[in-house]
Structure formats: C-alpha cells, structure tokens
C-alpha cells in the first residue's frame, strides 16, 4: 500500500516541521501513540495534539530522519533515528502505525 506508506512519511514531515495540527490531521478523532503492546502515551487525537506540542517545546530541534519502511495491508512499519538536538541525544525507534481507512489510528513505538 504505497499510499499508506506515504501518509506515514508525511506525518513525520509534520512532526519534523512541528506542526502538531498537521500531524493530528492525519489521525482518527481516537487515534492514539502508545508503546508496542504497552501503555497509551496520548489518547485521542487532542491528546497527541497536546502531548506533541510539549514536546516541541521542550525540544525545539526535534527531529526523525526515515532509514526504512514497508507496508503491510492496514500496517505501516517506520524505522526511524530520532535526534533531539543537532550532536544532543539520538536513538532509533521502530513505528508501527496502524490504519483506518486513510487514517492513522494508533501508532506504537518500540525503543
């Protein structure tokens, strides 16, 4: 599905952009970010509009580069390096984001 492929790619260049607005447009009214098989970090799409925009703030250098990516049917897997500031902390995150339709309805991370 390279149309779902592209949506993911898209809601990381929002996240690198920071624009939380953006981002959760993409998103059900009750997607979510959560832990791989773990605990809902933002519930609802104002709560990952709130929870990002903190973060923002917190990290205004905040920024994922996309290293791979594939598809599978309602499935997007992202393999991202994540870097909070220029030479600050790095670390690599496996995304996993889950559709409805043409819209994201949980992403998961695995660190």
């Known amino acids: 599905m390279p149309a779902r492929i592209a949506i993911a790619r898209q809601m990381v260049a929002h996240y690198n952009a920071q624009d939380a607005d953006a ?34 703030a917190q990290f205004p250098q905040n920024r994922a580069e996309i290293v791979a990516g594939q598809a599978f049917g309602e499935t997007v897997l992202l393999h991202e390096k994540v870097e909070r500031a220029p030479g600050g902390e790095a670390f690599e995150v ?18």
Not at 29 to 43: N, P, Q, T
Not at 44 to 50: M, P
Not at 95 to 107: A, G, L, Q, T
């Open 23 to 56: 981002y959760v447009a993409l998103m059900t009214e009750d997607a979510c970010e959560a832990g791989y098989r773990g605990a809902v970090l933002r519930d609802g799409r104002e709560g990952v509009r709130s929870g990002l925009k903190a973060m923002f």
């Open 94 to 111: 496996m995304s996993i984001y889950s559709f409805e339709n043409d819209k994201v309805s949980r992403v998961e991370f695995i660190r």
